[in-house]
Structure formats: structure tokens, C-alpha cells
């Protein structure tokens, strides 16, 4: 199993910035692609950047330019770097990793909740 720690979410107004944590434990070596997703209010949760292997991600189209994705192996920490952020970046935040063995799974941290005010 693996389990997902995020961290660094919080109130900031439109413009400014956030880092957000996802710390990963267990059988991290089983891990195929971790990132993250969002969930506002009455809306679906959605992809926001994503690893997709080693070196290779995934944006959204709405953080492409203001989000970047970050990773600390020495760590087995998965960082979202947040910019120019937006009242519509508002929501809770979770952390998602694939696993490819034992058996494959997904799973999913706590949430962080961000919120940006205009």
C-alpha cells in the first residue's frame, strides 16, 4: 500500500503564490504516476498535473504556464508549485498515485483545501 500526505494549501489572494506537499509512503517503489487533481464545490474532481513517468507530465489547460510540478525522490515528495493563482483555482486539493504492482491500485491523499480570494 502507499500512503499520501499533503500539505502547504491555505488563503491567498488572487495573484499570489502556493506550494503544495504531497508526501508518499509505503511501497513507493510501486508508484507508475502521481500528481494531482481538484475538487471545487458542486463540480467534478479533475486533473491538474499529473507524472505520467519519470520525467514526462500532464497539465490541465487552465494552470498550463501559472502550475509546475516538482519532485524530491530523496524525499518521496511530490511538489505543486502554484502561480498567478486564480479565484477559480479554488478547491481541495488531493494528491493521486497509480501503483503497477501488488495488486495495481489507486490511491489518494487527504485533500488540502486552497482557496484564492479576489
Known amino acids: 500500500q502507499v500512503q499520501l500526505v499533503e500539505s502547504g494549501g491555505g488563503l491567498v489572494q488572487a495573484g499570489g503564490s502556493l506550494r503544495l506537499s504531497c508526501a508518499a509512503s509505503g511501497n513507493t517503489f510501486s508508484i507508475n504516476t502521481i500528481g494531482w487533481y481538484r475538487q471545487a464545490p458542486g463540480k467534478q474532481r479533475e486533473l491538474v498535473a499529473v507524472?505520467?513517468?519519470?520525467?514526462?507530465?500532464t497539465y490541465a489547460d487552465s494552470v498550463k504556464g501559472r502550475f509546475t510540478l516538482s519532485r524530491e525522490y530523496t524525499k518521496n515528495t511530490v511538489y505543486l508549485h502554484m502561480n498567478t493563482l486564480k479565484p477559480e483555482d479554488t478547491a481541495v486539493y488531493y494528491c493521486?498515485?497509480?501503483?503497477?504492482?501488488?495488486?495495481?491500485?489507486?490511491?489518494w491523499g487527504q485533500g488540502t483545501q486552497v482557496t484564492v480570494s479576489s
Open positions: 507524472y505520467i513517468s519519470e520525467d514526462a507530465t
Open positions: 493521486a498515485a497509480d501503483t503497477i504492482y501488488g495488486p495495481p491500485a489507486t490511491y
